[in-house]
């Protein structure tokens, strides 16, 4: 069973538009949070993150927004440039239970269109 | 070099083969970890070094073995996979497992098993 979900598989959006990638959790003892970015033939990079006390964090473009009576996150980036084309995967982390582990959706391939 | 490498970038091999996956970081972390990422699936956590020392291994069959001589570098050595082995398999470090730091991943390895 999932503990974390990304519904959408995919998303287009229009260049300088708002992109928002949604993710959604079903432990509600997940303490960190994370969004990472895929290009092809590359690694995930780390983006950014938001721990569980908070509500908001923002990185230039990317502001990560955090509802945990809902158990959604989700990723916001303003304005979007076809550079941020690629996966992006969110992640969870539960201290307590598995040791500082992450555990990822399965990614929601983003393309900006010029 | 800088980051996390991992080589082979590809990586075909047949079922009675032996090969190994080679990561090496360069970022002085203390953690480091072997995932998989199969089609269409969330990168699944195979396993976890902590100071060199093994501390989890997600039941992940006996075909895979991880050897982690120090630091700096992990190996995944493989022996009689199967064709559904066939993945990315991505090498992670983080400055340890339990503080909320974020991993930093290689490009990882494409196995192709035939």
């Known amino acids: 069973d999932q503990q974390v979900k990304q519904n959408s598989p995919s998303l287009s959006v229009q260049e300088g538009r708002i992109s928002i990638l949604n993710c959604d959790y079903t432990n509600s003892m997940f303490d960190y949070f994370l969004w990472y970015k895929k290009y092809p033939a590359e690694g995930p990079t780390f983006l950014i993150s938001?721990?569980?006390?908070?509500d908001k964090n923002e990185d230039g473009r990317f502001t990560v927004f955090l509802n945990k009576s809902a158990k959604h996150l989700s990723l916001h980036i303003v304005p979007s440039q076809p550079g941020d084309s690629a996966v992006y995967f969110c992640?969870?982390?539960?201290?307590?239970?598995?040791?500082?582990?992450?555990?990822f959706g399965k990614g929601t391939k983003l393309s900006v269109k010029p | 070099e800088t980051g996390v490498t991992q080589t082979p970038r590809h990586l075909v091999m047949g079922m009675t083969n032996k090969k190994s996956l080679k990561c090496e970081q360069h970022?002085?972390?203390?953690?480091m970890y072997w995932y998989k990422q199969s089609a269409k699936k969330p990168l699944e956590l195979m396993f976890v070094y902590s100071l060199e020392e093994r501390v989890e291994n997600n039941s992940v069959p006996s075909r895979f073995s991880p050897e982690c001589p120090n630091s700096s570098h992990l190996f995944l050595h493989l022996h009689t996979l199967q064709p559904e082995d066939s993945a990315l398999y991505l090498c992670?470090?983080?400055?340890?497992?339990?503080?909320?730091?974020?991993?930093?991943f290689g490009p990882g390895t494409r196995l192709t098993v035939t």
């Open positions: 970022l002085g972390h203390n953690a």
């Open positions: 938001i721990s569980s006390i908070k």
């Open positions: 992640a969870a982390r539960n201290y307590g239970g598995s040791q500082g582990n992450l555990i």
């Open positions: 992670a470090s983080s400055q340890d497992r339990l503080t909320l730091y974020e991993q930093y």
